[in-house]
């Protein structure tokens, strides 16, 4: 089967062609669409403080990981698709990746209602285990329960337009989210303020958006004329196309799962603080997800770029790629920070105007935005090796730095240092800093030539 009919040319070759350009094209569409995907839950937290409450503020832009705790563990799982459709791309296996989009997508709907029971079941365990403040546990409830309830929506847009992306085309992704992004900010606005649903109306909004954009990707998919196209009846799971992809995907998904229930322990410290400090924390981790969204736009095109180089042998040019990715991402970083810093009182205040809540989100932002650079080194680096196929290690490397790292500071800090607000905060920018060490001296050590993933398939071994 051939890549791609006449006529249609959404999927790009990174085989060849300017390095630079083919990252910066495939990253601007990429970082337009998770600027979007950010809104969603932007607006709602912007809708709840301007026309709700405080309580109902921190509710929303607190329970963030318990929401990544389940959703990282399935989006770990869909890069290791990733990475298997743009290796199998690379090396023109075009069935191959037919197989794997088939794969991938059963797996997706299978999750997507095992992580709904689990997530509504687990609710007050995790409220409970963050410490929160008791006047936000009704709002964080609802929403929670609304949101994983129609989670399956979000899970297949992701799924959808990482396939997609592993064969370069990461323009229709954005469109999507430009539209569903859109549509949550039409319907919160109804359901808040024309209804005055509250908390309730932003989780309805959030839902109803993102199956809009499952919806989308998916007819993408049906009517494609290359070989990602989705063919209801090819619906089934291939074994060993599975395993390949739980064999990648394994460590990332059990990296953000773990990461994610550490940061509901980090949550806790915060929590301790009161209210307004919650609040302040809302936004400042509201605001550091834009600010990082370049350097994970990067990271991700250095993935797609190392895995169809190494797909077709190209290690120097994989090198190359990672190199100009990580340069791109620090430029891009240094000069955000510095409007972050600058600007912080206003950022924050556009969001909760509460004087104790801007004193908060002030004090993080001016602390944490100068070690952002830090991040550059773990995505990008992370990121390439990933589309090697090598994921256990980073996989190790940010459990050691994010978890027990940073749970042993928080512990030590809290108990015997210095119990104020600061010096717990910035547990995050020292949990980056061992990260980054370790990735760098692990990557300048790896041997990249022969790392494939989807070497000849009549060859590999149908065992695990």
Not at 237 to 252: A, E, K, M
Request: with cysteine.
């Amino acid at each position: 089967m051939s890549a791609l009919k006449k006529g249609a040319s959404r999927p790009v070759d990174m085989t060849e062609g300017n390095v630079a350009r083919h990252l910066v094209r495939f990253a601007v569409p990429l970082l337009l669409g998770n600027l979007f995907q950010q809104l969603y839950n932007t607006v709602d937290l912007w809708v709840v403080g301007k026309y709700v409450s405080n309580e109902a503020y921190s509710a929303v832009g607190t329970v963030t990981p318990v929401i990544i705790m389940l959703i990282g563990f399935f989006m770990g799982l869909a890069s290791g698709a990733g990475v298997v459709i743009s290796q199998y791309y690379g090396a023109k296996k075009y069935d191959q990746v037919r197989k794997t989009v088939h794969t991938s997508l059963v797996m997706t709907l299978v999750l997507g209602a095992v992580l709904s029971v689990v997530g509504i079941g687990i609710i007050p365990l995790m409220l409970d285990l963050m410490k929160t403040d008791p006047k936000a546990v009704p709002e964080a409830t609802t929403y929670l329960t609304i949101y994983y309830a129609g989670v399956l929506g979000l899970m297949l847009y992701n799924m959808g337009s990482g396939i997609l992306r592993a064969v370069g085309d990461s323009k229709r992704p954005f469109y999507f989210l430009v539209v569903s992004a859109l549509l949550n900010i039409a319907l919160d606005l109804l359901f808040v303020i024309g209804f005055g649903m509250g908390v309730e109306g932003v989780a309805y909004a959030t839902i109803l958006s993102q199956g809009v954009s499952a919806v989308l990707i998916l007819a993408v998919l049906a009517r494609s004329e290359s070989c990602i196209q989705l063919h209801w009846r090819e619906l089934r799971i291939s074994p060993r196309i599975l395993r390949q992809i739980v064999r990648i995907g394994i460590p990332s998904a059990l990296q953000m799962a773990i990461t994610s229930f550490s940061n509901v322990f980090v949550q806790s410290y915060i929590n301790f603080f009161g209210l307004d400090c919650m609040s302040g924390w809302t936004t400042y981790s509201k605001l550091d997800q834009f600010m990082i969204l370049p350097v994970q736009s990067l990271g991700l095109a250095a993935t797609t770029f190392v895995g169809q180089n190494l797909g077709t042998g190209q290690v120097d040019r994989a090198k190359q790629g990672t190199r100009a990715a990580f340069l791109l991402s620090v430029v891009i970083t240094v000069v955000l920070s510095a409007v972050a810093v600058l600007g912080a009182p206003w950022l924050v205040a556009f969001f909760n105007s509460e004087p104790e809540v801007v004193r908060y989100g002030t004090l993080f932002l001016r602390h944490m935005c100068p070690c952002y650079v830090l991040i550059c080194v773990n995505q990008i680096y992370s990121g390439s090796l990933r589309g090697a196929g090598i994921s256990q290690a980073p996989t190790y490397i940010m459990l050691i730095s994010f978890v027990a790292f940073r749970q042993v500071y928080l512990y030590l800090m809290a108990n015997y240092i210095s119990n104020t607000i600061l010096p717990i905060a910035m547990g995050y920018p020292a949990g980056w800093l061992v990260c980054s060490i370790l990735t760098l001296i692990y990557y300048s050590r790896v041997d990249l030539a022969g790392k494939r993933v989807v070497d000849d398939p009549t060859s590999m071994p149908e065992k695990a």
